[in-house]
């Protein structure tokens, strides 16, 4: 069989699974459409977590980029692993003892104020909404890429879906789909990376294999440390950020982690405080078997990509080369007319992607109209590729590259559901129950939930198929955003008494506002002269990738010393600090 | 559970998230990104050790730190009846 028909029928079968669970697990009150009834089990939970976070992004993108930073590349290894342990030691199991079924609740609740919780509202729905823009259109990318479908079809095909099993299911449908997607993921993910481990070291773990030696006993990753110093690159093992830089990253994107309410709202879905701590350690273990699997294929890639191209003429070049060359991820411009490919240091392109012209130039290449006069690197390789071609590089068979779509559908599609679900549970819990019409039946708030499903949906698809300019800052702006609000505000919330309203609102407000400021101005560019807006005028040397973290530590500093200059809390509030730092008589999330 | 036994139980809590949490950060920011020039020097087969924990090791030991926060609060959990 062909590899279409491969993808069409594993990814049939993969979407037909998805909508049988989503029939089998329909939601009949709020509660299981909010937090799927309290009563998943920690195992259950820690996979759907892990679908949960890992998402398109994760699964097609994570090795690329690493492939092509190097030791650069750690920041986000650590950041998105790391965080998992500052929630299970910090804000899952209280917030878990706490009962309840949203992020907003805790904050509306512990700081006894409707102004606390429709701020925390809007950042859940502002971080929610830009990073779910980018998994409708990871969607409709691995559709265009595998079934030689129209981007944007692909986009109403995955709106379709999601909307089917969120809109009947809610949290519980969701739950249920997300442990069988991370099933076909992390086996889509694993099974080309075995074979290269193997072909390239003999060792079939992939974790070890990147450690190993390779058929010339020469240690893989000081061959590419030679391949890469000898043409002028920093070796892979090094890297370019500065110390405080990838400080930053780093601990932005670990407290970003720790403050996203879809993955923080999935430990309201066990049974017990204990529960919430094991599902932690679950959901990590599993995340932990796609992030360090991931850089063993990044070095490999890499390898492979080096040792192929480099000086080899156009016209002896395997046949992935070409193929990923017609799809325009691959770009080669003979710029010293050798008929042989050069890749060197340097951006092979002016600007982002390759335009290309209507011409082959004198080997056959495409030829492209936006190459770097500047450099002499011929070669331009989206990063995507590493995933996408690895099963061709390596050989395998048809299936595992269906396999592979697959895989990239469903790490794209359990991520938007869950944040689809956080949009409408912020929309008819946190607007509408609590503050609008507290008086409406429970039917009728379910209805609600299912609505705000439905427009979450259509305005996550118009996201998809149009996406805004800031799409391609989404990770910067969302981990920064979380980090610089929710992360302190629950933190103080279970960790000091003496926190209060006015401290904890001054605070979320300075955090998002000096993140939002610094990443419009030295990210989008909104703000102030563009000729300011380069690297060497970041405050301290920071990106803004890495800013989160600044708005972080402003954000508690303001929150401790406004709430200096007000009244402690009253006496329920600080009974049930008292209450969640005790395990026992958690009982199920309950709405009061 | 009375405000002594409370106290107790919290405080050791506390002291169990300051010897983790130096772990997390020994491991990740200590080891992988303001050392890691040094311990670059030192090798475990193949890799180079500060890299090998930036990208493989400190992952592990976030994995290991969760679970033993797992097993430490459940026996804390029960030796002041507080399991759930």
């Known amino acids: 069989m062909d590899i279409q028909t491969w993808t069409f029928l594993i990814v049939g079968l993969s979407f037909a699974l998805y909508i049988g669970i989503a029939i089998w697990s ?15 089990s920690p195992l259950a939970n820690g996979l759907a977590t892990a679908a949960d976070w890992m998402s398109a992004a994760s699964f097609l993108g994570m090795a690329g980029i690493i492939a092509f930073s190097g030791y650069d590349g750690s920041v986000y290894l650590m950041g998105w692993t790391g965080g998992y342990v500052l929630l299970a030691l910090l804000l899952a199991p209280y917030l878990r003892k706490f009962g309840k079924f949203t992020v907003p609740d805790f904050i509306g609740d512990r700081y006894y104020s409707n102004v606390a919780r429709t701020v925390a509202v809007i950042a859940a729905l502002f971080v929610s909404f830009t990073y779910v823009a980018g998994q409708m259109r990871g969607v409709g990318v691995v559709f265009s890429r595998f079934l030689d479908v129209d981007v944007n079809t692909g986009v109403y095909i995955g709106m379709g879906v999601v909307f089917f099993y969120a809109f009947l299911g809610g949290m519980k449908g969701i739950t249920y789909t997300q442990v069988a997607q991370y099933c076909v993921l992390i086996f889509a993910f694993m099974v080309p990376a075995i074979f290269i481990s193997i072909m390239a070291t003999g060792n079939p773990i992939p974790q070890l294999g990147f450690g190993a030696t390779g058929e010339d006993g020469v240690y893989v990753l000081d061959k590419l440390d030679g391949l890469m110093t000898e043409l002028g690159f920093t ?31 999935r430990f309201f879905t066990v049974p017990k405080v204990s529960d919430a701590r094991k599902s932690a350690g679950y959901a990590l273990f599993f995340i932990a078997i796609l992030y360090t699997t991931a850089p063993a294929i990044a070095v490999f890639a890499r390898t492979n990509l080096m040792e192929t191209v480099q000086n080899t003429r156009y016209g002896t070049i395997p046949s992935w080369f070409k193929k990923w060359e017609d799809t325009g991820l691959i770009a080669w411009t003979d710029k010293n007319s050798d008929g042989k490919i050069q890749y060197l240091p340097g951006a092979a392109l002016e600007g982002k992607k390759p335009e290309f012209i209507e011409f082959r130039g004198d080997s056959g290449e495409r030829m492209i109209s936006n190459y770097s006069k500047t450099n002499k690197n011929e070669l331009y390789v989206d990063r995507d590729i590493t995933v996408l071609a690895n099963p061709e590089i390596a050989g395998l068979p048809n299936w595992v590259i269906a396999l592979v779509a697959a895989g990239g559908l469903a790490a794209a599609l359990s991520t938007a559901a869950g944040l689809l679900l956080v949009i409408s549970t912020s929309i008819s819990h946190d607007l509408i129950k609590k503050q609008i ?3 409406i039946s429970d039917r009728e708030e ?35 955003l979380a980090a610089s609000s929710f992360f302190p505000a629950i933190v103080m919330g279970i960790f000091s008494k003496r ?28 703000i102030g002269k563009p000729e300011t807006g380069g690297t060497k005028y970041w405050w301290w040397g920071i990106s803004p990738e890495g800013f ?9 500093m303001v929150a401790l010393l406004v709430s200096r200059f007000f009244d402690a809390p009253p006496k329920e509030v600080q009974h049930i600090v008292e209450d969640i730092r005790i395990p026992s008589g958690a009982g199920k999330a309950t709405e009061h | 559970m009375d405000t002594s036994n409370r106290k107790k139980y919290w405080h050791k809590n506390l002291q169990y998230l300051a010897i983790l949490l130096f772990i997390w950060f020994l491991v990740s920011y200590g080891f992988g990104i303001l050392w890691v020039d040094e311990l670059n020097t030192i090798r475990l087969g193949g890799f180079k050790l500060g890299f090998w924990f930036a990208q493989q090791g400190a992952i592990y030991v976030f994995v290991i730190l969760i679970f033993v926060y797992v097993r430490l609060m459940n026996r804390l959990d029960k030796k002041y009846k507080v399991n759930d």
């Open chain 1, 26 to 40: 329909r939601a009949a009150s709020t509660k299981e459409f909010y937090v799927a009834g309290g009563g998943v």
């Open chain 1, 235 to 265: 070796a892979y093992t090094d890297g370019t950020k500065s110390t405080i830089d990838m400080f930053f990253i780093t601990a932005a994107l670990m407290l970003g982690t720790a403050g996203l309410p879809h993955v923080i709202i």
């Open chain 1, 437 to 439: 019409a507290p008086k």
């Open chain 1, 446 to 480: 379910l209805w609600i939930a299912r609505g705000s499903a439905f427009l979450a949906v259509i305005v996550a698809g118009y996201f998809g198929i149009y996406p805004p300019g800031f799409v391609a800052s989404v990770v910067a702006l969302a981990f920064g």
């Open chain 1, 499 to 526: 926190m209060n309203r006015e401290g904890a609102i001054a605070g979320m407000i300075a955090g998002l506002t000096i993140t939002c400021y610094y990443i419009a101005r030295f990210k989008l560019g909104w």
């Open chain 1, 548 to 556: 989160g973290t600044v708005g972080m530590l402003i954000n508690f």
